[in-house]
């Protein structure tokens, strides 16, 4: 199994509701949403400035 941590973040009534909107009509709970999201940034980074790398912290 993957080591995995968590991750709790605060934000307003709207933009919560606006992404639970958007995971539903996408297939995907919240959370699966919110991760999603997270790599594609994450993915669209490393694409545009090369990959990063953690042995370098």
């Known amino acids: 199994m993957a080591d995995k941590t968590h991750l709790g973040i605060r934000m307003d009534r709207e933009l919560h509701d606006k992404i639970q909107y958007v995971s539903g009509a996408e297939g995907r709970s919240m959370s699966g949403q919110i991760l999603y999201l997270i790599q ?14 953690l042995t370098e912290e």
């Open 40 to 53: 594609k940034c994450v993915r669209d980074y490393e694409k545009e400035n090369g990959t990063i790398d």
